[in-house]
């Protein structure tokens, strides 16, 4: 069974930083392509940031030169895998539940959230003014 637990979220000001984590556990996920949606009220999900081992890093426009997608692979049979999302100059749009997902393919750093099989169940990040 794949499970995804999100971490980190809170209440920031302007200005400041937060750090995201997932942490996944069930398969080896070394070969998976890992996602960052978010989804704030009333809007719809939204691509965030992905990393590929084959690829590499594909970041949306909105926090290109802001968030740093980065992992973990587990080592061994029980290890964990660890998804790092660290977000700097934060603003008030960034405000929404942020979600970790996991595309076992890997072959792409997709932005479609129907491209992901696996998801956690989200972390909070609201960011004050």
């Known amino acids: 069974q794949v499970l995804l637990v999100e971490s980190g979220g809170g209440s920031v000001q302007a200005g400041g930083s937060l750090r995201l984590s997932c942490e996944a556990s069930g398969r080896l996920f070394s070969t998976y392509t890992m996602g960052w949606f978010r989804q704030a009220p009333g809007k719809e999900r939204e691509f965030v940031a992905a990393?590929?081992?084959?690829?590499?890093?594909?970041?949306?426009?909105?926090v290109q030169g802001r968030f740093v997608i980065s992992r973990i692979n587990a080592r061994g049979p029980n290890g964990k895998d660890m998804v790092f999302l660290q977000m700097n100059k934060l603003n008030p749009e960034d405000t929404a539940t942020y979600y970790c997902?996991?595309?076992?393919?890997?072959?792409?750093?997709?932005?479609?959230?129907?491209?992901?099989?696996?998801w956690g169940q989200g972390t909070q990040v609201t960011v004050t003014s």
């Open positions: 990393l590929s081992w084959r690829v590499g890093t594909r970041y949306a426009d909105s």
């Open positions: 997902a996991a595309d076992p393919s890997g072959t792409s750093v997709n932005d479609r959230a129907s491209s992901y099989e696996h």
